[in-house]
């Protein structure tokens, strides 16, 4: 079983969750360890010698990684010429010393120094890459989940013109084993162009449509199969990845923070995942709804996604089917794609969020946070929220679910909805001692219910079915210390918890 950490368990705790993410949402996976204990294989997707990846003028390579660890030099992508070892032409970007590496050949090498240890997390955590290459401006530019991380003034001023190497993810074009990458790769995407801080920021956090303006090749690895690694750009350029048969390698579930195709035509699109900045949890903004996640350091399988419609005023449009008195929402309305098990605070601010906005001074019953799954539904009313405070509305302890949300209010009480919250459990379970220093019991267990429990690696460990209604001691003195992922299944509910064992 390939142990690619809790990113394997999200397609199966969305069910506790009430919606579903996306199965395409995929990312290309090597478990170092598993690949280190047997035979080293070398891994690596060869897109062939296209001269589509010949640019001769400026270019832009970006993606998003998660690497068993930044401090190593690896190479993640590149084409170089070096049959002859000159390296006199050619490109190559990767990490070291937790910064972007990048290394072009025009035929004189172009580098941004690096100078120390950079801003990459050393291990679990999702980073956004970016290499600029412009001829334009005679740079080369390195980003950072959007942010600059070095610049160098590029001499002589020229492109980059290969004929007959490859175009090759996750190693080093010219070397098959010494820089081999190891961790998760997605949305691997190649640009004929130099794009702005602007351009990657403002679609680093969803997926494209494939056909934007100076895209060259778009690898998401959502169809990828086997050895087929589907370009999903304009040119159709495939890639085939090497050993695709080995136990370490996968296409498995991303942990990536990045959204569908429904969060390009959105205004204000941020991301709450965790990664090196002191509110790395949060999503904070001034169009009136801001989210504070339950992130915690190292949990890169939870992310938030959200965007905003950016409309303005109220409207009586696409109430609850409870028929409140008076209705009005706001016409604005933010749209959240998130991985399962992320919970967290939604704040609603009156002045911001769009104009005209509803009266305060109703009682906190007649307001309600609203929800709907797509655009064409009507709301269902999620939650009632706290104690406002110069208009602004809190919503806490709140599971966080995919999907479209307002805020509305009623002439007299809102009558809030069950129809999602009743999805997540339809029993209550209780796991204790918790932490635990040899083995827990679960409470409410029924005949039939099935027990996996999962390492801090998504490896799992152990698997128990219920033969009885009686509480179900399970034992963990066998594993080593630290925390676990208990998921239980039956036909009427889904539900996780995480145990620790110290």
């Excluded at 478990?31 to 010949?54: E, H, Q, R």
């Excluded at 409140?324 to 706001?330: C, G």
């Amino acid at each position: 079983m390939k142990t690619r950490l809790l990113i394997l368990l999200l397609a199966v705790f969305a069910l506790q969750r009430g919606y579903s993410q996306s199965p395409e949402n995929k990312s290309w996976s090597i478990d170092y360890n598993v690949w280190n204990d047997n035979d080293t294989p070398a891994l690596n997707i060869n897109c062939g010698t296209d001269p589509v990846f010949d640019f001769q003028d400026d270019f832009t390579i970006e993606l998003w990684v998660r690497a068993w660890n930044f401090i190593e030099n690896r190479k993640v992508i590149g084409k170089v010429n070096a049959d002859d070892d000159t390296f006199d032409n050619g490109y190559v970007m990767g990490f070291i010393e937790g910064q972007v590496y990048t290394e072009c050949f025009n035929p004189t090498l172009q580098q941004v120094p690096i100078t120390g240890s950079g801003t990459m997390p050393i291990d679990s955590a999702y980073v956004h890459m970016t290499s600029v290459y412009s001829v334009t401006n005679s740079k080369l530019y390195n980003y950072i989940n959007g942010e600059l991380s070095g610049e160098a003034d590029m001499f002589p001023s020229a492109g980059v013109s290969i004929e007959l190497s490859s175009f090759i993810i996750g190693n080093a074009p010219w070397d098959a084993v010494s820089f081999q990458f190891y961790g998760d790769l997605d949305e691997i995407r190649v640009w004929d162009k130099a794009l702005t801080q602007e351009e990657i920021k403002s679609r680093m956090h969803f997926k494209l449509m494939g056909n934007e303006d100076d895209l060259l090749a778009y690898y998401p690895f959502d169809d990828a199969s086997g050895s087929t690694v589907p370009d999903n750009g304009p040119n159709g350029i495939d890639g085939t990845l090497s050993n695709s048969d080995h136990i370490s390698v996968g296409f498995e579930l991303s942990g990536a923070p990045v959204a569908d195709v429904a969060m390009s035509s959105l205004e204000e699109v941020q991301a709450a995942w965790y990664n090196t900045e002191e509110n790395f949890h949060r999503i904070s903004s001034d169009n009136g709804m801001s989210v504070i996640t339950d992130v915690l350091e190292n949990e890169y399988w939870k992310y938030l996604v959200m965007g905003n419609t950016n409309a303005v005023g109220i409207t009586p449009d696409n109430a609850p089917s409870t028929n409140p008195v008076d209705f009005n929402r706001t016409a604005r309305e933010w749209y959240v794609k998130c991985a399962p098990d992320v919970s967290g605070t939604f704040t609603v601010d009156l002045v911001e969020a769009g104009g005209g906005l509803i009266q305060d001074s109703f009682d906190l019953d007649q307001y309600a946070l609203l929800w709907r799954a797509n655009l064409e539904d009507n709301f269902i009313a999620l939650a009632h929220p706290t104690s406002p405070i110069d208009g602004i509305f809190q919503f806490q302890n709140f599971d966080f679910q995919d999907g479209y949300y307002a805020f509305g209010v009623s002439g007299q009480t809102f009558e809030i909805q069950t129809g999602i919250e009743e999805l997540k459990t339809a029993r209550n379970f209780g796991f204790y001692p918790n932490p635990t220093s040899e083995h827990f019991t679960i409470s409410g267990i029924n005949t039939g219910d099935k027990v996996n429990i999962y390492n801090t690696l998504g490896a799992l460990v152990k698997t128990i079915t219920s033969t009885s209604n009686n509480d179900l001691r399970i034992e963990l003195a066998d594993q080593p210390k630290g925390s676990f992922i208990v998921h239980i299944q039956s036909k009427d509910t889904s539900f996780t918890q995480r145990i620790i064992l110290q």
